[in-house]
């Protein structure tokens, strides 16, 4: 056994302090001479740099173009669609092109005038279910970025590159819709929200906490916690939010937000399978990740993260007229079920096999064309059709 081998081991371990451990331990088996070595300065500098995953080198003739891993691994850096390590990853490349969108091909004057007539309550709901979108997605936006700096395979680089553009849009759709129905002051208090409210710091610290692990020290084990992190945001943590827009859109009312939200699910969902796709590749990498602690860390955070999701729905819907929360915290359990197949993991709950709630769905552009409402006064998209030829919808 030598420092080099023993590196897998150290990485996979969970906290700095147990690689601690893992590595004294390692070192009384390996003799003294290389525990010399590794605690001198110089060892403790080499085995730093050994833990940290390196950024992907931008220019690399000796690297294969074809990448060996997708973190940690060689790649030359030059991007050929046609010799990819995932193939498949192609086909969504494209798919996330034909989905492309801005806010403001929607019109929002109906919206605006629905807006000044909801009591003051319903108003409320409205915006802090925006503000908490706008976290959801500036966090995301610096995540993505951060993935892609580690990525050692050209196609997924380059689709981290789309999904953080897309994350951008996302954030300005609820400028928009802010900007369209209340006043600059009220936008900037929307914006505030997300500070101080007690609820809402709670849910999203308990994402950003491990983004930002990720961040500070980024290695295969962060890379693990924070793609199930990943996973929760953009798998479940949008849901009870979807339910409150799509359920004044069942009343016809604020249906250009909806429209947005809309394609805001559908790209989430492409989102969830990109990353759950990541998530299964990085244990095939990194079989050592492929541990009962790991299994048990994405289980325990996944339902500390229903709880959550669940908190906030009795906490910002309970008012809300045509949401039974029961229906929709079975449904939260429901849809962390999807999440956990599409990660190769068996399901978590019980007896929500069905989904109860089936009209928390991206709208299809022929349900758009067949309703009588605003929405068909938007402009209309050429770029390509939602619904069922695209493959990802309903992950
Ligand atoms: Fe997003
Ligand atoms: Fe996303």
């Not at 500070?195 to 906490?209: G, Q």
């Amino acid at each position: 056994m030598n420092l080099l081998n023993a590196v897998p081991s150290i990485l996979a371990t969970p906290q700095k302090w147990n690689r601690h451990v893992y590595i004294r331990r390692k070192c009384r088996k390996v003799g003294a001479g290389l525990k010399e070595t590794l605690f001198s300065k110089r060892g403790a500098h080499i085995l730093k740099e050994m833990m940290i995953v390196q950024l992907q080198t931008i220019f690399n003739t000796e690297a294969p173009n074809k990448s060996t891993r997708i973190i940690g691994g060689e790649c030359s850096g030059i991007l050929n669609w046609n010799d990819i390590r995932m193939p498949h990853m192609y086909k969504l490349y494209k798919v996330l092109l034909l989905n492309h969108w801005i806010a403001d091909e929607i019109p929002m004057s109906k919206d605006a005038q629905q807006f000044a007539r909801m009591d003051s309550e319903e108003q409320r709901t409205f915006k802090i279910n925006i503000s908490l979108l706008a976290v959801l997605d500036s966090m995301q936006t610096m995540f993505v970025g951060d993935v892609k700096r580690y990525f050692t395979d050209s196609s997924l680089e380059a689709i981290s590159a789309i999904i953080g553009q897309q994350e951008v849009v996302h954030n300005q759709s609820y400028s928009y819709v802010l900007s369209s129905i209340v006043s600059d002051q009220e936008q900037k208090e929307v914006f505030e929200y997300w500070k101080h409210d007690p609820v809402l710091l709670e849910r999203n610290k308990f994402i950003s906490d491990i983004y930002q692990n990720f961040r500070d020290d980024s290695n295969p084990q962060t890379f693990y916690e924070a793609l199930v992190a990943d996973l929760i945001l953009e798998g479940i943590f949008f849901y009870s939010t979807f339910a409150f827009f799509y359920n004044l859109a069942r009343d016809q009312k604020m249906m250009g937000t909806s429209q947005m939200i809309s394609y805001i699910q559908r790209d989430e969902n492409q989102h969830c399978y990109f990353f759950a796709e990541v998530f299964k590749q990085l244990l095939a990498d990194y079989p050592e990740l492929d541990t009962p602690a790991n299994k048990e860390y994405a289980y325990r955070t996944i339902n500390r993260a229903v709880e959550l999701e669940t908190n906030w729905a009795y906490y910002t819907l309970k008012e809300v007229k045509g949401i039974d929360l029961e229906e929709l915290s079975d449904y939260i359990k429901y849809i962390a079920n999807r999440r956990l197949n599409l990660m190769g993991m068996e399901k978590a709950y019980e007896g929500v096999d069905v989904n109860c709630m089936p009209w928390i769905k991206p709208f299809s552009d022929d349900a758009l064309n067949a309703t009588k409402t605003d929405f068909f006064e938007a402009k209309s998209r050429n770029y390509g059709k939602v619904g069922d030829d695209n493959g990802f919808d309903d992950l």
